[in-house]
């Protein structure tokens, strides 16, 4: 039985992607968005772009940067190591990155969207740098849990066995007082 399941946000792994519209955090750290449930927090970074021409999340949350949304409308995005945020060449703000002291302790909205509770403090980040072109790859060590698997299963199937053999006495004895009667 699973005692507790908690989201574990141990750096990840970096991937170059070469979309222009894809980002990663290098270091701790959660991109900030602005949704229905109000500001919440992502690390995932595979943006698009709305009709609109807003930076948003794949559910259509809009990327925010110290100056809200960003609005990219057509043109050329650029963001650098420190995620200064030009457009066109033109500088449009800083985007916003925030950290947690106990990010484990964010409640979990959706799939990667998390929202602070009201004892969370929000803090800001520290040596954390913005790769575009790039995304984390999951923190999942998929070996390592297939293996977890298969060791769950044997141990499943031996405990099972071992009640099945145990009942073969008993089922044998049933069929003798049958057979008596």
Known sequence: MVDEIYTGFSERSI???????NFA???EGFFVLETSRGETFTRNGNFNLSPEGILVTSDGHAVLSDRGPIEVSGGELNVDLDGRITVDGVEFGH?????????YKLEKLDAEIYRATADIQKLETKYTY?????????????????ADMIETY???ESDWNAVRISDEPREETIKRVRKVR
């Open 15 to 21: 991937v170059r992607t070469g979309d222009p519209l």
């Open 154 to 156: 044997r141990s499943y």
């Open 130 to 146: 913005v790769r575009q072109g790039f995304l984390e790859k999951a923190n999942v060590d998929i070996i390592r849990e297939m």
């Open 95 to 103: 985007l916003l990155l925030t950290d947690f002291p106990k990010p």
């Open 25 to 27: 955090i290098d270091g």
